[in-house]
């Protein structure tokens, strides 16, 4: 009923031809889109190259933006707004990355107002949650993953929830090569949609995606993938190898 959804997040790694080379090579293999949807976030430099290259070869794969101001419009130096983005391809922004929240010091307040402008303009959002080590440790991650996520849906309403995909990224599984144990992961996922369940109804809960991010590779995505509530993975190092976000994507095979 949830279709499996896999994005890669390329963060700030490959120049524009580095990222059309890329998603090239995603399309010259025969994706199976039905069974698995697919997404990938490319630089804004390269968003409009990659955008465009995918349109020209009909393929059903999702663009994300990696953030978006906002703002809507005016003096902001280096900003990048939602029209922006989504001119330039972007069916997506992924929102409250880890690294966002923490290198660029994003509130949960200011993550808040960026999803309620990307949805209310119709751009599609990946909201990150996710505890660090110390707070797992002292056993409130569950506590912490869920304020983050009222925090960053709150006047979200359940017409728009549709739009949302929440993806679980424990921060010290982050690029550490430390994944959370599919049992770990599947724990929180469930506790997510019982928190979404509160919020927006089972109907409206039981159709949002939950991925999980963190160290995602070819050798640990097919036992993550079998858990109940584990809807898909973005996956941000291995998304930088054609050959292994490939043998991601086809996780099922
Ligand atoms: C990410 O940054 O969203 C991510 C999950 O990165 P990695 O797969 O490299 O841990």
Redesign the pocket.
């Known amino acids: 009923m949830r279709k499996p959804l896999i994005y890669g ?1 390329w ?1 700030m790694n490959l120049d524009v031809k580095q990222s059309d080379d890329l998603v090239r090579s995603l399309l010259a293999v025969k994706l199976e889109h039905n069974v698995v949807e697919v997404g990938v976030a490319p630089d804004f430099c390269s968003l409009s190259t990659v955008a465009k290259t995918i349109r020209d070869m009909g393929a059903p794969i999702s663009v994300a933006a990696q953030n978006i101001s906002q703002h809507e419009k005016g003096a902001f130096t280096g900003e990048v707004n939602v029209d922006m983005a989504m001119t330039a391809g972007a069916d997506t922004v992924i929102l409250g ?1 880890s ?1 966002r929240r923490t290198v660029f010091g994003e509130s949960d307040e200011l993550i808040n107002e960026k999803v309620r402008l990307a949805l209310r303009c119709r751009l599609n959002v990946i909201l990150c949650v996710g505890e660090i080590l110390g707070e797992r440790e002292a056993g409130v991650h569950t506590e912490k993953v869920l304020y983050q996520l009222g925090m960053g849906l709150k006047g979200v309403t359940t017409d728009r929830v549709g739009n949302v995909v929440v993806a679980y ?1 424990p921060v010290w ?3 550490t090569g430390k994944t959370a144990t599919p049992a770990d992961a599947e724990e929180m996922h469930a506790a997510i949609r019982k928190f979404l369940s509160r919020l927006y109804g089972p109907v409206v809960a039981n159709k949002i995606r939950i991925l999980y ?4 590779k070819p050798d640990n995505i097919g036992a993550l993938m079998l858990r109940e509530n584990v809807d898909g993975a ?5 998304s930088l190898n054609a050959d292994d976000f490939i043998k991601i994507i086809n996780y099922y095979k």
């Not at 991010?213 to 995602?216: A, E, L, P």
């Not at 973005?234 to 291995?238: D, E, M, R, S």
Request: zero cysteines.
């Open positions: 997040n963060k990355h690294e990224e599984a982050i690029g991010g963190g160290s995602v973005l996956v941000g190092g291995a």
